[in-house]
Structures are given as C-alpha cells and as structure tokens.
C-alpha cells in the first residue's frame, strides 16, 4: 500500500507564489509518473503538471511558464512551483503517484487534497 503525503497549500494575494510537495512512502518497488491535478467543482479532476521517471514534463496550457513541476526520486517526492498565481488558479490540487509496489504490482495512488486560494 502506498500512501501519500500533501503540504504547502495555503492561501496567497494574486501574483504571489506557493510550493506544494508531496511525499509517497510505504510498499514502492518503482514510480513512474508523478503529478498534480485539480478539480474544479461539479467537474473532473484535470491535469495541471505531470513528471516521468525521465524527467519529461507535461503541463495544461492555463499554467505553462508559471508553474514548474520537479521531483526527487531519492526521496519519491513531487514538487509543484507555483509563481504568479491568480484567483482562478484556487482550487483544490491532488497528488497523484502511478508506480509498481513491492510485489511488482501497479498502483495509482491520490494524495488527500490541498486548498490552494489566490485573492485578488
């Protein structure tokens, strides 16, 4: 079972900055891609930045040259830069963890949620 941990989600005027991490631990034999995601309400959750195992990253279109997404494999941790935030990036930002546990298995996991809102 592999669990994931969420921080640095908060609450920042417009134009301001905010990292998000999140940590996966338990039974992980290998991650592949590491990503975050958002969900708008009444919505489904949609991509904001992904990462591979390679380092090849993908991110929507709404957030490109503002937001930089990173990870440490040494620590299986994902990294989410968030710079010139606006009030229509607030929202809800999912981890997200797809890999093989310890039994060779694979495994998507969701991180919890962190609050992310941006005044005007």
């Known amino acids: 079972q592999v669990q994931l941990a969420e921080s640095g989600g908060g609450l920042v005027q417009a134009g301001g900055s905010l990292r998000l991490s999140c940590a996966a631990s338990g039974s992980i034999f290998s991650i592949n891609a590491m990503g975050w995601y958002r969900q708008v309400p009444g919505k489904q959750r949609e991509l904001v930045a992904a990462i591979t195992s390679d380092g090849t990253t993908n991110y929507a279109d709404s957030v490109k040259g503002r937001f930089t997404i990173s990870r440490d494999n040494a620590k299986n941790t994902v990294y989410l830069q968030m710079n010139s935030l606006k009030p229509e990036d607030t929202d809800v930002y999912y981890c997200?963890?797809?890999?093989?546990?310890?039994?060779?298995?694979?495994?998507?996991?969701w991180g919890q949620g962190t609050q992310v809102t941006v005044s005007s």
């Open positions: 997200r963890v797809d890999g093989y546990s310890d039994y060779r298995r694979v495994f998507r996991s």
